[in-house]
């Protein structure tokens, strides 16, 4: 995840801010008194200088506009904002909310995750931070960003799970208190998903960091989809149309392990196909896999 040697991750407000937000929604979606919300409010107030920084870096991060032209203008004015934050005053800030990250958290753990956006993260990082950033580096950092800056939200590559989509949703007034809508969202929102669907999403945050164990929870799950579906297709003896569609599914299984990677995309179509067995469950009335 290393970009450059100027880079220093940790220090970087829309980073901390990003894995601060992944570790609430893990902790709320697991019902447990979420510490990362008590950090958040303490540390990203309206009025602290972390605060004023992360809008900065959410705008060149979030934002897109129409073409090159408005998108350097964008840049420029960010980085004349940037310069008017008191830079004592946040420095301060960061060491305090670094302090109690590390106190709070294994901070190897916690800097685990992967961002999809990492590299425009670490370029609005070296133009804020340019006293150790070399003129070569300064281009790069700006091409990286004004590229993002006019990339059509539809072809990125979705990373996030929908109650991350949510909460970054959320204007700026209501983010100071987004752990009360997000359960709110969340609850509204996912109501209606059965016993396995929920424990899918929730293994997914839960291990958004961790690869290897995602597939492993894949490969076990389409094991005892194989086992399941095998026993439907034996018991339903009088609708071949649904035979078919069956036998699709079983099929499909065998592309819903990634290599190396696993996105909210395989999540997904594994929930998609949980709904349709707990659907084939009522229909047989054998209520034992949904239990």
């Given at each position: 995840m290393i970009m450059s040697k100027t880079h220093i991750k940790i220090k970087n407000t829309g980073i901390l801010y990003e894995l601060l937000v992944r570790q609430m929604t893990t902790e709320l979606l697991n019902e447990n008194s979420s510490k990362a919300v008590v950090i958040f409010k303490k540390h990203f107030h309206v009025n602290s200088e972390l605060n004023k920084e992360l809008q900065l870096y959410k705008l060149l991060t979030d934002e897109r506009v129409?073409?090159?032209?408005?998108?350097?203008?964008?840049?420029?004015?960010?980085?004349?904002?940037?310069?008017?934050?008191?830079?004592?005053?946040?420095?301060?800030?960061?060491?305090?909310?670094?302090?109690?990250?590390?106190e709070t958290?294994?901070?190897v753990?916690?800097?685990?995750?992967?961002?999809?956006?990492?590299?425009?993260h670490a370029s609005v990082y070296k133009l804020f931070?340019?006293?150790n950033t070399t003129p070569k580096e300064i281009i790069s950092s700006k091409k990286i960003i004004l590229e993002n800056l006019i990339l059509n939200d539809s072809n990125k590559e979705e990373t996030l799970t929908d109650v991350m989509k949510e909460f970054n949703e959320q204007d700026e007034g209501v983010r100071l208190y987004a752990y009360k809508l997000l359960i709110e969202?969340?609850?509204e929102k996912y109501k209606n998903l059965n016993v396995n669907q929920k424990r899918v999403l929730k293994e997914y945050v839960n291990n958004l960091s961790n690869s290897q164990k995602l597939i492993d929870?894949?490969?076990?799950?389409?094991?005892?989809?194989k086992v399941a579906l095998n026993v439907f297709v034996n018991k339903i003896t009088d609708n071949e149309a649904v035979?078919?569609?069956?036998?699709?599914?079983?099929?499909?299984?065998?592309?819903?392990?990634?290599?190396?990677?696993v996105t909210e995309q395989h999540m997904l179509r594994?929930?998609?196909i949980h709904s349709l067995i707990y659907e084939l469950n009522k229909l047989t009335k054998q209520n034992d896999y949904t239990k």
């Open positions: 129409e073409n090159i032209n408005e998108a350097m203008m964008l840049l420029d004015e960010t980085l004349i904002a940037r310069k008017k934050i008191n830079t004592l005053q946040l420095k301060k800030e960061k060491f305090n909310l670094i302090k109690e990250i590390k958290y294994n901070i753990d916690f800097f685990k995750t992967k961002l999809s956006d990492y590299k425009t931070e340019q006293c969202k969340f609850n929870f894949i490969e076990t799950e389409k094991n005892n989809i035979k078919i569609k069956i036998n699709e599914i079983t099929n499909q299984l065998e592309t819903l392990l990634p290599a190396r990677v594994l929930m998609r």
